[in-house]
């Protein structure tokens, strides 16, 4: 029962995005200057920013691929792939190699140039997804290689292990960056097999594996010392449902690109993560090691999370429980985040009070990759 009703709901992810969300993004989604914006008035008027950051356009970059994947207007989908790749393969460089941060929204380079991992793992992502999506862009995959090299050179922590989220280096650890960077491997690999990126996977995990889980409880930290130490106080006793979820279903990848079993912190995360939703299946910002909550509000991206890891679970076990879950996170997303016109109410209070004041692009790349996600697994 439950595998019949979540793939009714994979068959309303395609509808929405392709009637909806990639008409609305590919018409409103660049500003005056070429450039993918930073966000949509609820409106649907651009957010006139004075900058845009470079997450964003590789996000929106990865959004026109997955558009292209689902047969959604051939023509302007490969025309915003293209646009993407070449503001994040020249625009968005420094001398050095790495990427900056932000850009002057008019076009005329980087405004912040500071190295972000964070955003450079948005950008390798970018082009390993394009490249799947084009196929075949040898020039571009040679780009992603020289980014990675410079970001061996520059930022790799051959002391502590894993990379520098910034440049200069931070006084806190995040694991945040790493968990995209995995990301990133992964989509690389599928699209370049013997690049290495595999292998770089593999060395991400086994920093989740040892130290990024090491605290109380085996849950996932955010905020770690230069050492990859557990910090007193907040910092390490706060974690985030939506990434404890977001692990499960990269965990899942993982094991899949690797041949190798699904490590078992990835029952750990999931089991723990689901007992913070609220009794709607609803995913909050941040709780404690305990479970107690600290940021009770809730925003879109966690309830994207949340059914990946749900389609997860549900792909390698086959139990319908996980459909039903994902059934339910689907329909969280559906009915009260999502809106039929392909934008989204981005925040909510613990109360249930509108916090957003506009649409941010970055969320785009959460509910697709999640739709894009249930549709795969149903086969729809």
């Not at 090491?214 to 905020?223: D, F, M, Q």
């Not at 995360?269 to 107690?292: H, I, K, M, W």
């Not at 429980?321 to 392909?342: K, N």
Request: with cysteine; net charge negative; aromatic share 8%.
């Amino acid at each position: 029962m439950s595998k019949s009703a979540l793939k009714r709901r994979a068959n309303e992810a395609r509808l929405w995005l392709t009637d909806a969300f990639f008409p609305l993004w590919a018409e409103r989604g660049l500003n005056q200057d070429g450039l993918f914006c930073e966000a949509l008035d609820l409106d649907h008027a651009t957010a006139e920013r004075d900058f845009v950051r470079v997450r964003v356009q590789a996000r929106q970059t990865y959004v026109f691929a997955e558009a292209l994947r689902l047969g959604w207007r051939p023509d302007i989908a490969t025309d915003r792939i293209e646009l993407g790749l070449g503001i994040l393969t020249n625009l968005a460089r420094r001398p050095d190699g790495l990427v900056g941060r932000t850009l002057k929204a008019d076009g005329g380079g980087l405004l912040d140039d500071t190295a972000d991992l964070y955003d450079i793992a948005f950008t390798l992502f970018a082009i390993g997804e394009a490249d799947a999506a084009l196929g075949g862009m040898g020039e571009t995959r040679a780009s992603a290689s020289a980014l990675l090299d410079s970001v061996d050179r520059q930022m790799r922590d051959r002391t502590n292990g894993g990379y520098a989220e910034a440049l200069p280096p931070p006084h806190l650890r995040l694991q945040n960056p790493h968990m995209h960077l995995l990301e990133a491997c992964l989509s690389l690999h599928n699209v370049d097999p013997d690049g290495g990126h595999l292998d770089r996977a593999s060395e991400i995990v086994s920093l989740f594996l040892a130290r990024l889980t090491a605290g109380p409880g085996k849950l996932l930290g955010e905020r770690f010392t230069t050492d990859w130490g557990i910090p007193e106080g907040g910092d390490g006793d706060i974690v985030e449902p939506g990434h404890q979820f977001e692990w499960v279903w990269l965990l899942h990848q993982y094991a899949e690109a690797a041949g190798v079993a699904v490590p078992e912190a990835a029952g750990t995360l999931y089991a723990f993560a689901c007992t913070t939703l609220d009794d709607a299946g609803r995913a909050c910002q941040e709780v404690t090691r305990a479970g107690a909550p600290v940021d009770g509000s809730r925003r879109t991206w966690p309830q994207t999370e949340a059914l990946k890891a749900h389609l997860a679970m549900y792909e390698h076990s086959g139990d319908e429980r996980f459909a039903a879950a994902a059934c339910t996170s689907f329909d969280v997303l559906l009915d009260e985040f999502l809106t039929v016109d392909g934008g989204w109410i981005d925040h909510y209070g613990a109360g249930g009070d509108v916090l957003a004041r506009d649409m941010p692009a970055s969320t785009g790349y959460h509910v697709v990759l999640a739709f894009a996600e249930l549709i795969r697994v149903m086969k729809t």
